[in-house]
């Protein structure tokens, strides 16, 4: 019962965080600029691939089709949003463009929370996958 | 023993044929969408900060390379000819804590209230600088682009803005 409460939370989470970004890839790029982590090159396939990775491992998740394969996608996504955002709160770097239009950009605290819901996703996900294995589901 | 270790490893296998699959029929949606969406950008954007004002390159995108100023050498001497209309487009706190020395402001958000008494003030043809905080701020290509569509002609941008202009330690008009 719990696995089944935990596969629907972490996927309509991921369907739900995904249909933003699909609606606004320029602004989801100008988020993954803000990170100043990674290479210009990489930005724009990323803010144009990575919503419809969250898209399709989320709708899997929730249909239960190859839900595993689905649980190494959530969990490496995660990993990664957990290692980013851990970096930029260690060096203190918080992307302000100081405009309107983006006027909702993170502060720390909200960094913080945005961690701290990573973090339980992740642990979740380590949980369902472990539930999940192949020699205990049969 | 051997039985068990064989099943395991075809489950793998299925696993990792699984995330491939989702993998590519992700990226390919991925790009048919964007490529038929309004909102697409394009595949590689422009985050070089030296090259002016960050962007993803929207499809219907505002942001005009050729408008921008990228020197802060060449805006200091527009400002100090006198002959250019410096706008602010930040907020009126930010413009009122500091600005360029006779900047005028017109706030994105109140852009369509106050739209009307800037064309009582100024002629089309006034050659306007535009600026916003920075070269991470699109606000100044939005306004550029809205007073080139009411029929300004001469408009240009200031791509470093308030912070490059701070930076260089030139002076500013605080209200």
């Given at each position: 019962m719990l696995a089944i409460l935990l596969r629907l939370f972490i996927g309509i989470t991921f369907?739900?965080?995904?249909?933003?970004?699909?609606?606004?890839?320029?602004?989801?790029?100008?988020?993954?600029?803000?990170?100043?982590l990674f290479p210009g090159w990489i930005i724009n396939p990323s803010a144009i691939v990575l919503?419809?990775?969250e898209l399709f491992a989320g709708l899997a998740l929730l249909l239960g089709v190859v839900p595993r394969s689905a649980l190494m996608i959530i969990t490496s996504l995660l990993f990664v949003f957990i290692v980013a955002?851990?970096?930029?709160?260690?060096?203190?770097?918080?992307?302000?463009?100081?405009?309107?239009?983006?006027?909702e950009t993170s502060t720390a605290l909200s960094a913080f929370w945005l961690l701290v819901?990573?973090?339980?996703?992740?642990?979740?996900?380590i949980y369902l996958l472990q539930k999940n294995q192949p020699h205990r589901s049969r | 023993m051997a039985q068990e270790r064989n099943k395991t490893d075809r489950n793998l296998v299925q696993d990792f044929k699984g995330l491939a699959a989702l993998l590519i029929v992700s990226i390919c949606c991925a790009l048919v969408f964007n490529f038929w969406s309004d909102s697409g950008i394009a595949l590689k954007g422009q985050w070089d900060r030296s090259q002016?004002?960050?962007?993803?390159?929207e499809k219907n995108t505002v942001v005009d390379a050729s408008r921008e100023i990228n020197d802060l050498?060449?805006?200091?001497?527009?400002?100090?000819?006198?002959?250019?209309?410096?706008?602010?487009?930040r907020s009126k706190a930010q413009f009122d804590a500091g600005h360029l020395p006779g900047a005028v402001s017109l706030p994105i958000e109140a852009f369509d209230r106050l739209i009307g008494d800037f064309f009582v003030e100024y002629v089309l043809d006034t050659r306007l600088v535009i600026y916003c905080a920075g070269r991470e701020c699109l606000d100044s290509h939005r306004i550029a682009h809205s007073l080139e569509t009411y029929g300004f002609s001469d408009v240009r941008i200031f791509s470093g803005g308030f912070a490059e202009w701070m930076e260089g330690g030139l002076p500013v008009e605080i209200r």
């Open positions: 369907v739900a965080a995904s249909i933003d970004k699909i609606g606004d890839p320029g602004k989801f790029a100008t988020i993954i600029y803000g990170y100043s919503p419809f990775v955002i851990t970096i930029n709160l260690l060096r203190g770097h918080q992307f302000d463009c100081g405009c309107f239009s983006l006027s819901r990573d973090l339980a996703l992740f642990a979740c996900a | 002016g004002v960050v962007s993803s390159k050498d060449t805006m200091v001497e527009l400002v100090n000819a006198g002959m250019s209309t410096l706008v602010d487009v």
